[in-house]
């Protein structure tokens, strides 16, 4: 499953950091944020299904906005 969501994630640190929390988190394949596009966007690849909210509560709890991305 490949969740993808707008944030305010700004600067390579709290990327990393998002990242780390995520990937240990989440059994994760793939996890990126595109710090270049508007969006910020967050993408979240895993071989199993999860709960796109689940990754809004973590991020948010991160202290970052974040929402699924139409």
């Given at each position: 499953?490949?969740?993808?969501?707008?944030?305010?994630?700004?600067?390579?640190?709290?990327?990393?950091?998002?990242?780390?929390?995520?990937?240990?988190?989440?059994?994760?394949?793939?996890?990126?944020?595109?710090?270049?596009?508007?969006?910020?966007?967050?993408?979240?690849?895993?071989?199993?299904i999860?709960?796109?909210?689940?990754?809004?509560?973590?991020?948010?709890?991160?202290?970052?906005?974040c929402?699924?991305l139409?």
């Amino acid at each position: 499953m490949i969740g993808i969501f707008r944030t305010n994630i700004t600067s390579v640190h709290d990327k990393n950091n998002v990242i780390k929390a995520i990937s240990s988190s989440f059994e994760v394949q793939a996890c990126s944020v595109d710090l270049e596009d508007c969006d910020r966007v967050l993408r979240v690849a895993c071989p199993a299904i999860f709960q796109e909210e689940e990754i809004i509560e973590l991020v948010t709890n991160l202290g970052f906005a974040c929402d699924i991305l139409d």
